[in-house]
């Protein structure tokens, strides 16, 4: 595709400007480090020295964390937190990301959902991850929960200019709420933006959604080997959901966009580089995306601010996050 760099330039200044709501399963990544110092005598087991423990907001929270730190805290979560030591550790770290989090339901009979990683390293290796607990609760949120996410969703969904329906199906998001979410951002010209991993074609009227290409397959019921097959797949979700666009992004080739019309796009990888982790590129995408979409950016255009925004944070270790300084900064490098 062609690119108009002094576009794409003045398209990435106005991306600050949005308000971004996220609607999902709020989760927390708790990182432990340590030296790897022995065998255990009471099993074969390595005992670490523990060096540090770092908190990051995983999963719809990591969304969050991409909106604000590129639109300066204009950013708010609803879902779901138990009553319980990790969720005081949620709530400060949303605080300390500039994130509102006044509006998240906490449901004593639920765990706060937290991915704890635990990593160790020697002095002549790199750090490697050796186990990963996940506390999370199964099955969806209660009625009662639901009810309140929905009345504050009615409160607050009019302050914003977008919505993100971050889906990791842990419950938070019932059928009930995406219904109500996207019928009320439509009567209220609301851009929605769906992330999810399954039921793709479940999710009706909505602006667009960035699945990826496993379960773009998964969704479609076909095998996706060459364009003809993406542009097949991008049709199929753009009549299921009655979308504005549908943005699959494809991994090491890049990111296709399907608009009406039979109007598709493929976006190659930018600013190609040695990737250290795609922990919570996907993530980041979509907070881009959505808040280019709510700055009236074509989808194309806000796809390749994505892409861009993709490629600065597969370079770093873990859920991270990116800047309007360093999009900018990557687009001017930009080799066309």
Avoid: W
């Amino acid at each position: 595709m062609d690119i108009d760099k002094d576009k794409l330039i003045s398209f990435i200044k106005r991306i600050s400007e949005p308000k971004v709501l996220i609607v999902g399963d709020l989760a927390l990544d708790e990182m432990i480090y340590g030296d790897a110092e022995r065998i255990s005598r009471e099993a074969p087991v390595l005992i670490l020295q523990h060096t540090k423990t770092k908190l990051i907001l995983g999963g719809a929270s990591n969304a969050a964390h991409n909106v604000s730190t590129l639109n300066n805290g204009k950013v708010g979560v609803i879902g779901v937190a138990g009553d319980d030591y990790y969720s005081e550790l949620l709530f400060d770290t949303f605080d300390k990301a500039n994130i509102d989090c006044s509006k998240i339901v906490q449901d004593k009979t639920r765990k706060t959902i937290v991915k704890t990683r635990i990593s160790g390293s020697i002095t002549t290796s790199i750090t490697q991850q050796i186990v990963r607990v996940d506390r999370q609760s199964k099955g969806p949120i209660s009625a009662e929960t639901e009810e309140k996410i929905i009345k504050n969703i009615e409160k607050v969904l009019p302050d914003y200019d977008a919505v993100i329906l971050s889906n990791y199906h842990i419950g938070s998001l019932t059928d009930r709420i995406i219904e109500f979410t996207t019928n009320l951002a439509n009567k209220l010209g609301k851009v929605v933006v769906v992330d999810a991993q399954r039921d793709l074609s479940s999710y009706k009227n909505i602006t667009s959604m960035t699945p990826n290409l496993p379960d773009t397959e998964k969704s479609v019921g076909f095998e996706i080997q060459n364009d003809e097959d993406l542009k097949r797949a991008g049709s199929k979700l753009l009549a299921e959901t009655n979308a504005k666009a549908i943005l699959i992004t494809c991994g090491a080739d890049g990111m296709f966009v399907a608009k009406p019309n039979e109007d598709y796009t493929k976006i190659p990888v930018f600013n190609k580089s040695e990737v250290f982790d795609v922990t919570g590129a996907g993530d980041t995408v979509t907070a881009v995306y959505s808040l280019a979409l709510a700055a009236g950016i074509d989808p194309v255009y806000s796809a390749v601010i994505g892409n861009l925004a993709a490629s600065i944070v597969v370079r770093q270790f873990g859920c991270a996050t990116t800047t309007v300084d360093e999009l900018l900064k990557a687009a001017q490098e930009l080799k066309i």
